[in-house]
């Protein structure tokens, strides 16, 4: 599978399920991803979340991807993206309707700093199915 094809999957399949370390303790979540492409897989949370801590603390992570038959997990490390316009932009896309309210509640500056972004980029992805289950592992750069 390309590059290409895996980002199209991930973003017809947005939801995804991220592993974080929590002092030692592996946590899992689903995430709603914002979207995947060259640039990375970016996703928002808010800055009192403990996934937002834990991140900080160590940004290594894993996510995974259920596809229709394939299951995409990407490992790497995920950066904070602290850039005004990556978060205009997450706010206005029709799919963040949800988060309007609450700038409108907070106003933008309390918002914009309880939003945060978060990008990984170059990361590595392994597509598994049932057909390949014993197959040797084939990672892709992304």
């Known amino acids: 599978m ?6 199209k999957l991930m973003n017809e399949h947005p939801v995804m399920y991220v ?14 991803m914002y979207k995947a492409d060259a640039d990375g897989i970016v996703f928002h949370t808010g800055v009192t979340k ?21 299951q995409i997990r990407v490992e790497g490390k995920f950066d904070l993206v602290e850039d005004r316009a990556i978060k205009e932009e997450i706010v206005n896309h ?17 918002f914009f700093n309880f939003l945060k972004v978060f990008r990984m980029q170059h990361g590595k992805a392994y597509v598994w199915c049932m057909e390949d289950n014993f197959k040797p592992k084939e990672y892709i750069e992304l």
């Open 94 to 110: 029709p799919s963040r309707k949800f988060l309007q309210p609450w700038r409108a509640q907070q106003g933008d500056e309390a």
């Open 2 to 7: 390309t590059k290409e094809e895996l980002f």
């Open 19 to 32: 592993a974080t370390n929590d002092n030692g303790q592996p946590r899992v979540r689903g995430i709603l």
């Open 50 to 70: 403990d996934f937002y801590r834990q991140l900080i603390a160590d940004p290594r992570s894993e996510v995974c991807f259920a596809c229709g038959k394939y």
